[in-house]
C-alpha cells in the first residue's frame, strides 16, 4: 500500500501563497487518483482537486477553481498543490489522499497540514 506524507503547510496573510507537498512511498503514484481535500472547524471535510498521475488534472472544487493549482512529479511520486489568493476562509486542515484509478473510495490518507490564512 502507499503512504502519504504531506508538508508545507503554515500561516500566511490574506493573498498569500503556499504550495503543499503529499510525497508517497511504498507504491508508485501512478497506480492511483490523488486528491486534495481540507477540514474546516465544524464543517465538512470536501475534495478541492484531484488529479490522475497518467492523465491530466481532474477536478477542481469551484471554491478554489482558478486559485489553486494541483500538478505532479512522477520522478519524485509527489503530488503538489500550489496555492495562490488565499482567503481567510481557506484557513483548514489539508490532506492529501489517494484511491484507487476506476473506485469511489479513498483509501490511503496522509496526516494532514494546518494552514491558516489571517486577514
Known amino acids: 500500500q502507499v503512504e502519504l506524507v504531506e508538508s508545507g503547510g503554515g500561516m500566511v496573510q490574506d493573498g498569500g501563497s503556499l504550495r503543499l507537498s503529499c510525497a508517497a512511498s511504498?507504491?508508485?503514484?501512478?497506480?492511483?487518483?490523488v486528491g486534495w481535500f481540507r477540514q474546516a472547524p465544524e464543517k465538512e471535510r470536501e475534495l478541492i482537486a484531484a488529479?490522475?498521475?497518467?492523465?491530466?488534472?481532474?477536478y477542481y472544487a469551484d471554491s478554489v477553481k482558478g486559485r489553486f493549482t494541483i500538478s505532479k512529479d512522477g520522478a519524485k511520486n509527489t503530488v503538489y498543490l500550489q496555492m495562490n489568493s488565499l482567503k481567510p476562509e481557506d484557513t483548514a486542515v489539508y490532506y492529501c489522499a489517494a484511491k484507487f484509478r476506476g473506485t469511489q473510495e479513498y483509501k490511503f490518507w496522509g496526516q494532514g497540514t494546518q494552514v491558516t490564512v489571517s486577514s
Open positions: 511504498g507504491r508508485a503514484l501512478s497506480l492511483y487518483v
Open positions: 488529479i490522475t498521475m497518467n492523465a491530466p488534472p481532474t
